[in-house]
């Protein structure tokens, strides 16, 4: 299996990045199932942030993300997307993508081995 994220880069606070996410040779069919963001500041621990199911028909963002980031998948090309606006210092991380085993409800259970992550940075 390989999960690719990409689009991360530095950017001012106040400003967007989209960011990238394929997922390849996994052996499951990619539009079964809901796919999720996460990130992982600097000494802190892994967190979702947001999850797509597998229509596009439902999301869910945490609480620090909604109204500012969009999930969005093309299951034609195995690949989910996270459109962030607005950005703050405190978006800062690495972020990575990876299928949810049991759904948007659950995102402790994932899919795929983790990949190498994007980095995102905000300055203030």
């Known amino acids: 299996v390989e999960v690719v994220e990409s689009g991360g880069g530095l950017v001012q606070a106040g400003g967007s990045l989209t960011l990238s996410c394929t997922v390849s040779?996994?052996?499951?069919?990619?539009?079964?199932?809901?796919m999720g963001w996460f990130r992982q500041a600097p000494g802190k621990e892994r967190d979702f942030v947001a999850g797509?199911?597998?229509?596009?028909?439902?999301?869910r963002y945490e609480d620090s993300v909604k109204g500012r980031f969009t999930a969005s998948r093309d299951n034609a090309r195995n690949t989910v997307y996270l459109q962030m606006n607005s950005l703050k210092p405190e978006d800062t991380a690495v972020y990575y993508c990876?299928?949810?085993?049991?759904?948007?409800?659950?995102?402790?259970?994932?899919?795929?081995?983790w990949g190498q992550g994007t980095q995102v940075t905000v300055s203030s």
């Open positions: 990876n299928g949810l085993r049991r759904g948007l409800s659950e995102s402790r259970s994932v899919l795929y081995d």
């Open positions: 040779n996994s052996g499951r069919t990619f539009g079964d199932y809901a």
């Open positions: 797509i199911g597998w229509n596009s028909a439902t999301s």
